[in-house]
């Protein structure tokens, strides 16, 4: 199984990549480390998206996002951090979950709602 670490502010959460989304894992992991703005967003409630340079398929969406959700939202070419309750707007390819730190990161993600544009950092896990 393959694991990431995701930054964000003084975060530092881990998450592993799960097989129900195989090529979206693969690609994702492929193309790690990104870091870049995050924003949150506004009608989903407890979601960080961040927009990445990868256009893939949906793979096995789901529309039921537990807090430590990661997700990939093809219409928009988002990676999404459901780190809370949300509703995503639309069907997502649930690709991961955090397994370390959640709670770290649910502080800092509250805070992004506030100021827009926080550096969001994922790299891979050896």
């Known amino acids: 199984m393959k694991h ?3 930054v964000l502010g003084s975060a530092k959460a881990e998450a592993e990549l799960l ?11 492929d193309a790690l480390p990104l870091k870049g703005p ?3 967003a ?20 789901v529309t039921e996002t537990p807090p430590g959700t990661l997700a990939y939202w093809p219409t928009r070419q ?20 955090v ?3 959640l709670e770290d990161l649910q502080r ?14 994922i790299r891979q896990v050896e």
């Open 4 to 6: 990431i670490e995701i």
């Open 108 to 121: 800092e993600a509250r805070k992004v709602w506030k100021r827009q544009g926080a550096v969001l950092e």
């Open 99 to 101: 397994t370390k730190n």
């Open 38 to 40: 995050v924003n949150h």
């Open 78 to 97: 988002v990676l999404c951090i459901f780190y809370g309750k949300a509703v995503p707007a639309a069907p997502v390819s649930k690709f991961g979950r």
């Open 19 to 29: 097989e129900e989304c195989p090529k979206i894992s693969q690609a994702i992991w």
């Open 42 to 61: 506004k009608i989903s409630n407890e979601e960080l998206m961040y927009m990445i340079p990868l256009i893939l398929m949906p793979e096995n969406e």
